[in-house]
Nanobody
Framework: QVQLVESGGGLVQAGGSLRLSCLASGRTDRSYHMGWFRQAPGKEREFVAAVSRSGGNTYYADSAKGRFTISRDNAKNTVYLQMNSLKPEDTAVYYC?????????????????WGQGTQVTVST
């Protein structure tokens, strides 16, 4: 079992930045691909970004490319999502997730463990 706890959400004006963090605990002796997803009110949870076990490969949704950066510090069991140039449409609850499978995927079904989420609200 892996427990994931997100932090760093909040209220920010459009054009601003936030950095989300996700701290993993529990079975961190295993390595996981890590992803960030988000869910806005009335919408399905969607993929935002993912990073491979080693941190050598990253993947982004089109909406995140050029604005968001995912990274990880395996020594600290922490994954980050740096979000710049935020827009009101980025408003959502952001979730961290861990994928124990061999192949990194970008679908919600592919992830085994989830955090409780952190709210990000971008005002105009």
């Amino acid at each position: 079992q892996v427990q994931l706890v997100e932090s760093g959400g909040g209220l920010v004006q459009a054009g601003g930045s936030l950095r989300l963090s996700c701290l993993a605990s529990g079975r961190t002796d295993r390595s996981y691909h890590m992803g960030w997803f988000r869910q806005a009110p009335g919408k399905e949870r969607e993929f935002v970004a993912a990073v491979s076990r080693s941190g050598g490969n990253t993947y982004y949704a089109d909406s995140a490319k050029g604005r968001f950066t995912i990274s990880r510090d395996n020594a600290k069991n922490t994954v980050y999502l740096q979000m710049n140039s935020l827009k009101p449409e980025d408003t959502a609850v952001y979730y961290c997730a861990a994928d124990a499978a061999k192949v990194l995927v970008t679908t919600t079904q592919g992830y085994d463990y989830w955090g409780q989420g952190t709210q990000v609200t971008v005002s105009t």
